[in-house]
């Protein structure tokens, strides 16, 4: 189903008071969901570092000196161990990710398939994040148990080639596409604080409200600035900038999970009370979310105490 709103229509909402924007966002999701449940998501760096992309914000990217360990592909064992434990912990998605611009070695690709097998038998809700796909990969993720795929678009059109050089926005859309005609629900969204103005973040959701297949869930992610990257320097986004583009995507995209992910290890319990009150309706928890620290599952389960929250159940 297509979103047929306009750049405008978002622009509207995306600057409205802040007050009554949180208003209306928390309107529209208490009429899509349950407004106290929350999807708790772990994440899982399957491949680490030496990526051949440039992203201008990330610590695995292999020009930049940021310290991060390169491991290749985990073992399958190794994996299932840790889906198994984020179960325990209360997570209902389990989102492998790896530093990859695409999957090159079909050996490493099967290898992936059996571990989007191994995680969907624990009836786990699977996503992963593997750089570009081909037709063939994605109707092979399909079948193998794959629920999302996540393959941010970061940021707007225009914005793009100012944080990315090595591959372009086409290339990311025509992923997406792929994704979508594969039946995998899309998991898209962007990161603040990359030097975007207000209207690249309205531009970006507009692109997303235009996709063929809408997301099924957005990342919001705050960047995390790594030493060694062109973005080491940038400063903290504001809070109010987190809630403001997490109530417009919600009002947006009514039935998609929009998720409050990378930063939120910076944040306070009350700041991020605001942005579940605004409509975020999924978390990373675990201590890591691919490279950098995310807080702990023990706060996390004091903060869903004190707020009356309770983890969602897997959709499938
Ligand atoms: N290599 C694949 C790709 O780029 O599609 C998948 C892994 S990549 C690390 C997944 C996403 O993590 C990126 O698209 C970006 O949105 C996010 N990310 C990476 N580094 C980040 C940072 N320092 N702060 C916030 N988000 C970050
Ligand atoms: C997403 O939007 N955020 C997650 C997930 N999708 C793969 C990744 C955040 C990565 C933050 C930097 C790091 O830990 O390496
Ligand atoms: Fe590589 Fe993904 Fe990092 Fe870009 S964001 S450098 S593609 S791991």
Redesign the pocket.
């Known amino acids: 189903m297509k979103n047929n709103i306009t750049r405008e229509e978002i622009g509207e909402i995306y600057h409205s008071p802040l007050l009554s924007l949180i208003q209306r966002s928390a309107e529209v999701h208490r009429n899509s969901f349950i407004s106290g449940e929350v999807q708790v998501c772990t994440l899982l760096s399957i491949k680490t570092g030496s990526?051949s992309?440039d992203?201008g914000?990330?610590?695995?990217s292999a020009r930049y000196k940021t310290g991060v360990e390169s491991q290749k592909l985990m073992e399958l064992s190794t994996v299932l161990e840790s889906a198994s434990a984020a179960k325990a912990n209360g997570s209902t998605r389990f989102c492998m990710?790896?530093?990859?611009?695409n999957m090159k070695s079909e050996e490493d690709f099967e290898h992936v398939l059996e571990m989007v097998r191994g995680v969907s038998a624990m009836g786990l809700e699977v996503c992963s994040?593997?750089?570009m796909l081909t037709d063939d990969q994605a109707f092979r993720l399909k079948e193998a148990g794959l629920t999302a795929y996540?393959?941010?678009l970061?940021t707007s059109r225009e914005h793009y080639p100012n944080v990315i050089t090595t591959r372009t926005y086409d290339d990311r859309l025509d992923t997406l596409e792929r994704v979508g005609n594969a039946k995998i629900s899309i998991c898209s969204g962007?990161?603040l604080g990359l030097g975007e103005s207000h209207e690249d973040r309205i531009s970006m959701l507009h692109t997303l409200a235009s996709l063929s297949v809408l997301p099924e869930s957005i990342?919001v992610?705050?960047?995390?600035?790594?030493k060694g990257?062109p973005?080491e320097d940038s400063p903290r986004v504001s809070v109010w900038d987190m809630v403001r583009m997490i109530a417009t995507a919600r009002i947006v995209f009514p039935t998609a999970k929009v998720r409050l992910?990378?930063?939120r290890a910076e944040m306070s319990d009350v700041e991020q009370a605001l942005c579940f009150m605004a409509g975020a309706n999924s978390i990373f928890s675990g201590d890591k979310l691919?490279t950098?620290p995310n807080g702990s599952v023990a706060a996390d389960n004091q903060l869903f105490d004190i707020l009356g929250i309770s983890a969602m159940k897997p959709a499938n």
Do not use: F, K, M
């Not at 990710?97 to 611009?101: E, I, L, Q, S, V």
């Not at 992610?221 to 790594?226: D, E, K, L, M």
């Open positions: 990526c992309e992203c914000y990330c610590p695995q990710g790896a530093a990859w611009r994040t593997l750089g996540n393959h941010n970061d962007g990161i990342p992610n705050a960047i995390v600035p790594v990257t973005l992910s990378a930063g691919l950098t």
